[in-house]
């Protein structure tokens, strides 16, 4: 099924601009009041010196003395064996000071409370359990068949 193009009127008011494609040419002559200052551009120009332009260079400096600083520590504290617990039970909100027992939100301002999660035991066979969790085979963090390990992002399969 066609549709015919029906008729345009052209508007007697608007003037009629030919236009074959852009590629038409174009007759500019030279306005002689101007002057024909044409520069060229790219790498054919010819390096010039700027006279104002103040260099600064220095002189030859001589052999510098190279050396460490007396006074710098690049070392680490020896290690005194002593961690920081992870806090567990109730902690204090960073933000508001409200103690809370429970929940990884602050009741009182919403934002995270510096609670550590406790690491659930997963027991894994060889082949993966039946809903379908196996151990990663780079980090062994428990994960799902056939998505990617949550921690190093490695592809799960019951092949690996």
Known sequence: MTTATPPVARL?????????????????????????TRLRG??????????????????PTGDAP????????TGRAPDD??????????????YCKQVQAS????DNCGMRLPRARVAQAV???PAGDAEGWM?????????RSGR????????????S
């Open 135 to 143: 151990p990663c085979p780079t980090c062994h963090t428990p994960g």
């Open 42 to 59: 790219g790498p054919d120009l010819p390096a010039q010196v700027v006279q104002d332009l103040e260099l600064t260079l220095s002189g």
């Open 148 to 159: 990617n390990c949550t921690e190093c992002g490695t592809r799960l399969s019951e092949a």
């Open 12 to 36: 007697p008011e608007l003037e009629l601009t030919p236009h074959a494609g852009g590629r038409d040419a174009v007759v500019a002559p030279t306005l002689p009041e101007l002057d024909a």
């Open 103 to 106: 929940g990884l939100l602050c």
């Open 81 to 94: 064996g002593v961690r920081t617990e992870a806090p567990l039970g109730a902690v204090a909100c960073r």
């Open 123 to 125: 027991v894994v066979g």
């Open 66 to 73: 190279v050396g460490g600083l007396d006074g710098l520590d």
